[in-house]
């Protein structure tokens, strides 16, 4: 049996020669089994499928949220025309930090009783930046539907698509969503 990955290609390579490869790099993106995102070029008419078919799997594996908010900004970041964020281990273990703290403690709020400002975090972890944002969530089951939230929001989406950021740690804990930006 094909995977829709192999079914997508397919249909890549028979379009190819009938149309005219559009000058800016989408992303064309299957979820194959067990996860694993796989990205390539794509033909505009195609792009838009892909798009809507990352969001339309709803991944359940807990331990595949952080990696699918990361894929998901991502994909809308090529949308708009912007790079991709590239994953930051320092800021991804602040934003972990940051979810743990706002469960333990019971608060949701980007000032943390522990840590303070989102700002003050990434100092304490001694990550330099130029520019940082941070986006929360909370009772999200999916990063599908915590990405909509995200999207639908303008200051959160403003993040997201802010040209200026570079890279980006994620976490997830307990029903808390932690983005962290910096550029």
């Given amino acids: 049996m094909k995977t829709i990955f192999e079914n997508k290609m397919q249909v890549f390579k028979k379009t190819k020669s009938l149309t005219k490869r559009v000058a800016t790099f989408a992303l064309a993106a299957s979820l194959a089994v067990g996860g694993v995102y796989i990205a390539g070029p794509a033909e505009s008419a195609n792009a838009q499928i892909s798009y809507q078919a990352a969001y339309a799997k709803t991944t359940t594996d807990k331990t595949q949220f952080t990696n699918k908010v990361i894929y998901l900004v991502n994909l809308e970041r090529r949308k ?71 999207m639908s929001s303008p200051g959160h989406r403003k993040n997201i698509l802010n040209p200026n950021f570079k890279s980006i740690g994620v976490s997830y804990y307990n029903g808390y969503w932690v983005q962290m930006f910096i550029g």
């Fill in 80 to 150: 708009a025309g912007l790079k991709s964020l590239s994953i930051n281990t320092k800021t991804s273990r602040a934003s972990s930090l940051k979810a743990k703290d706002m469960s333990r403690k019971n608060y949701f709020n980007h000032t943390s009783p522990t840590y303070g400002s989102p700002f003050n975090l990434l100092k304490l972890q001694k990550i330099s930046y130029r520019t940082a944002g941070e986006n929360l969530a909370m009772g999200q089951r999916s990063p599908e539907s915590v990405m909509k939230s995200w």
